[in-house]
């Protein structure tokens, strides 16, 4: 599903930024990530459902 791909690759994303830092250990990283993970995940499920298509069909 796309909108888990875009998730994962946010979280994976800002993960590595936040390593970058040297500031953090995983632990740290991890809790920070996965709730702008979830957050993303929600926010693009929610447009992908709510949605019309490019053929104005409903989404559901």
Same mark, same amino acid.
């Given at each position: 599903m796309?909108?888990?791909?875009?998730?994962?690759? %946010?979280?994976? *994303?800002v993960g590595f930024l936040y390593?970058? %830092?040297g500031d *953090?250990?995983?632990?740290?990283?991890?809790a920070t990530t996965l709730p702008i993970a979830a957050?993303?995940?929600?926010?693009l499920l929610h447009r992908y459902l709510t949605r019309d298509d490019a053929t104005d069909h409903?989404?559901?």
């Open positions: 796309r909108v888990a791909a875009w998730a994962a690759f %946010t979280g994976a *994303a390593d970058q %830092t *953090a250990g995983i632990r740290r990283i991890v957050g993303v995940f929600a926010l409903p989404a559901s």
